[in-house]
């Protein structure tokens, strides 16, 4: 497994807002899960990643007043990430480079 973990920026109507996004991923494309740790908070995602990079993620963001449930499509690449997040009202762009990539060992029975 690879574990990536991306510095992102998230565009949003208050300004811009920094965090840190992580992919826990099997393969280089497929279903996968993580985390975007922004705004002081840790918030579970999925997605599912097309060979050529092209992804579709939901999740929600907690912020200081609510909760933004989104729906995200864009690209994610080994290097890079964009992605524009939308929950039906409104569209925040993210972006990302990469960080680190740590490879967890695999355990053969």
């Known amino acids: 497994m690879k574990i990536y973990k991306y510095s992102i920026t998230l565009y949003t109507q208050l300004g811009e807002k920094s965090g840190i996004l992580t992919r826990y991923a099997e393969y280089d494309h497929g279903s996968e899960s993580g985390f975007i740790e922004i ?23 907690k912020t200081l007043v609510s909760d933004y449930k989104f729906h995200g499509d864009g690209y994610i690449y080994p290097d ?12 925040l762009l993210m972006q990302g480079v990469i960080k680190e990539v740590i490879y967890e060992n695999e355990k053969v029975l």
């Open 80 to 91: 890079k990430l964009e992605i524009t997040l939308h929950d039906g009202k409104n569209n």
């Open 39 to 61: 705004l002081g908070e840790k918030n579970p995602y999925l997605a599912k990643i097309e060979p050529n990079g092209k992804c579709s993620m939901s999740g929600t963001l």
